[in-house]
């Protein structure tokens, strides 16, 4: 069975927009980038809500970003080769390939897809995470903490569920970045 992978990237005080929205402390460098996407390399589907889809759109829709370096260009291939599903109730159009919307999470369905796909699923975006969360299908945590407080704004973690983690393994970054990769325990 596939596992379902929360990725994020989160400040120190567990937020992963400040309060005006804005990521822009996320910015990798070089080490960071080729880590993130050796991470999502194996990942077959990418699971998003409509912000994070958006976002993350630009990797395809923005050819000026894959032009940058050969790391961005790898991730870039790397994004656009996966499947995408987007949650959303007010998305009207989709601007890249192989990807398709559902209008509502539906966790049973999350479940035949974990149970049938051949490679693992990312979940990306806290508030898609909390309902996957919420139903238990949530498998692995990647969490990528940036040595910056941000004080407030969306945090990493939105559901009340009660989840009890196991580190498996972490990593420190150059420029203080950490990866910290947890199981989920059932």
Known sequence: MAKLIYVANVSLDGFVEDA?????????????FTFITD????VGTY????????TMA????????????????????????????????????ISTTNTRIERYFNP????ELKSSAPSDLTVGGSIL????????????????????????????????????LDLLDERRFENGVVNLRYRIRN
């Open 129 to 164: 995470a909390a309902h996957a969360f919420d139903a238990g299908l949530v498998d692995e945590c990647q969490l990528l903490i940036y040595p910056v407080i941000v004080g407030e704004g969306k945090p990493v973690f939105f559901s009340d569920a009660r989840v009890q």
């Open 20 to 32: 005006h929205g804005r990521f822009d402390w996320t910015e990798p460098v070089d080490e960071v």
């Open 108 to 111: 049973e369905s999350v479940r």
């Open 39 to 42: 991470l999502v390399r194996p």
């Open 47 to 54: 699971l998003y809500g409509r912000h994070m889809y958006e």
């Open 58 to 93: 630009s990797w395809e829709v923005d050819p000026t970003l894959a032009t940058q370096s050969k790391i961005r260009a790898d991730f870039a291939n790397v994004w656009q080769a996966a499947d995408k599903i987007v949650y959303s109730t007010t998305l009207q159009d």
